[in-house]
């Protein structure tokens, strides 16, 4: 699935850097060795090293035990592929083009974790597009855009209210033009979409094979996950649809609540259906509201060392069922199974994707991220979620209504 982490942005932050140690000799043919691994680092890195040997060395041959160490391993593990670099440049009769070469060494080390999926290198600029996947607001024209099977930029999802909207475009429509200019990828359709608010943007999309073209408006949005609605008023059941786990859904959830409660509306069908997940503390957070004192999920890292997260006394009060399918995942899936281990709502319909894996950020010098998997949900009950999904209590086959079936359990209950 392509979750583009679909977990929680608040998890670790970390910049590495080498640790400082005892200080010692270092022998002419280390410090060799360090210059060939200083065009590994860059520029910058360069006139630091030099003036190191110049100001700091030149006095007394003596660098920190730890660096010396620190790269020492880097020229066991990396000089081999310097030198390969450098007799390509020197002695290749082709030209050398290197103007994705970042992008191809991270992915190509990201690439020796064999049994990593989910693991992602972000420059710079795609990180930041990745982060505000997961805000609440923005400046832009109001939609998430998403990949067709022919690699097309297409509207995923309209924001209701939102500028894009207001202008009459529709989930589906491909986006052929922003501004005169094809998109190369969703990174920078999303780029050309976003400008400061009051700004214009013209959008030539292909509507069943008609082009349409339309002058937005950019403004800010509130992208809410949230939505609701008084479903079945004779019954007196409400709907709230949960789009994904982003910063503000426990609270959006729980204000949704309370209004359909002072209407009164009781009874609540959840509907996780096509939720791919998001930020894991919200999906806790939620369930929170919902549960009454007792273990959440907890997660297990490689060593064995679990952290657990728990439910306090104090719910919500409503009757409810939760509705998913086989889109469901992540997030919602620990929010479901911790829903069905406690004995809460019923679940309802098909058995959900099965990713029960964490994946942590680390954040490097220059402003790019990688993410690889460091931990592993598990439900209340200690099975894991990974590969193998929540089975709903329910199964709704295909071709039923499982909104229909949801309002008779609850009916039923």
């Not at 640790?19 to 043919?29: C, H, L, P, V």
């Not at 360090?34 to 006139?47: D, K, Q, R």
């Not at 094979?209 to 004779?234: A, C, H, N, Q």
């Not at 894991?280 to 957070?285: C, L, Y």
């Amino acid at each position: 699935m392509n979750e583009m982490n679909e977990n929680n942005l608040e998890n670790r932050l970390e910049q590495s850097n080498p640790e400082q140690g005892k200080a010692m000799s270092m022998t002419r043919g280390a410090f060799a060795r360090i210059l060939i691994l200083v065009f590994l680092l860059g520029t910058a890195a360069a006139a630091t090293f030099f003036i190191l040997y110049f100001n700091v060395l030149g006095k007394g041959n003596r660098i920190s035990d730890t660096d010396l160490a620190y790269y020492q391993e880097l020229d066991a593990q990396f000089g081999k592929y310097y030198t390969i670099e450098k007799t390509i440049r020197d002695h290749s009769l082709y030209d050398v083009d290197d103007s994705n070469l970042d992008v191809e060494l991270a992915e190509a080390v990201l690439g020796i974790v064999a049994d990593d999926n989910y693991a992602l290198y972000y420059t710079q600029e795609e990180y930041e597009a990745f982060e505000r996947k997961y805000l609440d607001s923005y400046t832009g024209i109001g939609i998430a855009a998403t990949l067709d099977e022919e690699d097309r930029v297409i509207v995923g999802r309209v924001i209701e209210g939102g500028p894009a909207d207001e202008a009459g475009l529709r989930a589906g429509d491909i986006i052929v033009t922003v501004d005169g200019v094809a998109p190369t990828d969703l990174n920078d359709a999303s780029n050309r979409l976003r400008g400061e608010a009051g700004t214009k943007v013209e959008v030539l999309i292909d509507r069943g094979g008609d082009e349409l073209t339309f002058t937005i408006y950019r403004m800010e949005v509130e992208d809410k996950s949230v939505s609701s609605k008084k479903m079945f008023p004779d019954d007196k059941i409400a709907y709230i649809n949960i789009a994904s786990f982003r910063s503000g859904t426990a609270d959006e959830f729980e204000i949704a609540v309370k209004s359909l409660k002072s209407s009164g509306y009781d009874k609540f069908i959840i509907d996780l259906r096509g939720n791919a997940g998001g930020m894991t503390n919200e999906a806790i957070d939620l369930a929170d509201l919902l549960l009454p004192a007792c273990k959440i999920t907890s997660v297990r890292n490689k060593k064995g060392h679990e952290d657990i997260s728990n439910s306090d006394s104090e719910t919500l009060g409503i009757s409810y069922v939760i509705v998913v399918d086989g889109d469901s995942a992540s997030a919602s899936e620990l929010f479901a199974g911790a829903i069905r281990d406690n004995h809460g709502g019923k679940i309802i319909g098909s058995r959900t994707y099965g990713k029960g894996v964490v994946q942590t950020l680390y954040k490097l010098q220059d402003g790019s991220v990688i993410k690889i998997t460091t931990d592993e949900y598990l439900l209340p009950s200690g099975d894991s979620i990974n590969g193998v999904g929540i089975e709903p209590d329910i199964e709704v086959g295909e071709g039923e209504d499982a909104l229909a079936v949801a309002r008779d359990v609850l009916l039923g209950e």
